[in-house]
């Protein structure tokens, strides 16, 4: 098996951190989410670091998470939605093996209705600021991907075992 770490991408609500928890307990990997990471070293939650710090102080924050992370070997790693923005972060996630977990808004919006802890959707108007999200994010995770897959109406646990079959063998 490789040291690569395997590490999903997407916009929130696609499934990261349920899909990343079943495919790291299939592989027999550990499993990390880039926001939990952040919020057990800070002992605050993300909308209170946004509250205090502003996005580019999480994001900061962000960046130092995903280099400790992927300082790491055979980790399967789900990162914020909006990770991918920074350059920076491009760099650090470009060792390891990337999944977009391609969602749409729609489905977005089901998933995340009754959300409160995005501080990004605290808006008037949450499907147009997701639509924003996703039309600024998109290329970006497809530019990523060593593999793309649609989570639309599809459980985690179908999502994992389409993805696993599709890695590289010596991922698995």
Request: proline share 4%.
């Amino acid at each position: 098996m490789s040291d690569q770490n395997i590490i999903l991408i997407g916009p929130m609500g696609s499934g990261k951190s349920t899909i990343g928890q079943l495919i790291a307990s299939r592989l027999n990997r550990d499993f990390f989410d880039s926001d939990y990471y952040i919020e057990e070293k800070t002992g605050v939650n993300i909308p209170t670091i946004f509250d205090i710090e502003g996005e580019d102080g999480f994001r900061a924050r962000e960046t130092k998470a995903l280099e400790e992370l992927t300082n790491r070997k055979k980790l399967v790693i789900a990162t914020g939605g909006g990770s991918v923005m920074r350059e920076e972060n491009r760099h650090i996630l470009a060792d390891g093996f990337i999944i977009f977990l391609d969602t749409s808004v729609n489905q977005q919006m089901a998933r995340l209705r009754n959300d409160k802890k995005r501080p990004l959707l605290q808006t008037d108007n949450p499907r147009e600021k997701l639509e924003k999200l996703f039309a600024e994010r998109k290329p970006v995770y497809a530019e990523l991907a060593d593999l793309r897959i649609k989570t639309d109406r599809k459980f985690a646990r179908k999502v994992a075992a389409e993805i696993i079959p599709q890695l590289p063998k010596n991922l698995t």
